[in-house]
């Protein structure tokens, strides 16, 4: 088969991925992009801007054009768009290629319009908009042409989806403004409430990473952090350890279980023997935050995984799904 030109895209809130039918991963960088404030030109994109973040010298402005699942700046968002696929195609931009992208279900028409423009204007002859749980699914090799009911939910930087997916159509979804971003929101926060120390991001998503968790652990992980004292302004240091995360990051995790349980009220009674047989599916970068998959399956009493691959079946989804446009025709999400 001539797969040249046919590409998965993903370009979520936190990161870009593109993989190539039957090629795996070629590109896998951070959503983010720094800008000059004296005239707005680019200065460096992905990996590269992504160091700049927090500590930008005066008149740069680091971006991460595409907040919340949404691209928040047009213009911005499609030079970060160009730029990594000009770094997987050869010729010019996408030229003649077909390509599968990723959007979340929660987009407005305006939205959705703005990912399919920055795409056709590199060039690819064929743009396909599916949604996110969709391929995610795909990705994961769930059996989705079957008459079985499949739960999927992926919870990534900006946001959670939630998807029942049967007879390759999604029978239910939904999409909450709830990811690894406003978790991190949540640790600052609670930080700043409860410990008088103001953090940055960063810092928040060291703690995230190295001590996170979503149930409290029985040898609680301990961290040194680093900030200022929220009424002094002076420099601070405090030790905090796994427990003081697992009480920050509780309201955004009930919002996730929350929603959970409304897609599965909603769910066909049929579907929903599936899939309490086969379980829950949680992919997405903030599916790797420990426990999460137990505080979960505990909450809604089925049992619940996470996939090997999980930060990139997504846009392995979108790519094996060029294969079967016909049969996934009724996800196409292409803005009219
Ligand atoms: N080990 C980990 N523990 C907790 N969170 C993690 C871990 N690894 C990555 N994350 C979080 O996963 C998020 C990124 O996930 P992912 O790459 O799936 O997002 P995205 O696809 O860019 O976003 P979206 O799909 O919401 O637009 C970040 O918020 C990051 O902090
Ligand atoms: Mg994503």
Redesign the pocket.
Known sequence: MFNKNKFGL?F????SRISGLNKGILLDEP?VVAISVDDNSVIAIGYEAKEMLGKTPEGIISKNP?KG?AIANYKISELMIKHFLSKVSKSKFLSGSEVVASI?SGLTSVEKRAIYEAIVNSGAKKVYLMP?SLLTAIGCNLPIGTSSGNMVI?I????AEFAIISLNGIVISDAIRI???YINESIINFLKKNRGIVIGNQMA?NI??NI?SALPLTSPLEMEIKGRDSITGMPKAVNIDTNIVVEAIKSPLNLIIQTTRQILEKTPPELSSDIIDRGILLS???S??RNIDVLLSRAIGIPVYVNDNT?FNVSEGAAEAIKYIEALSKNIKNPL
Request: aromatic share 0%.
């Open positions: 993903d979520g809130t936190s990161n959503s595409i699942g979340s996110e992926n990534g930087g900006g946001t990811g690894g971003d998503e995230k990473l996170g997405g970068g903030t790797l935050l930060l």
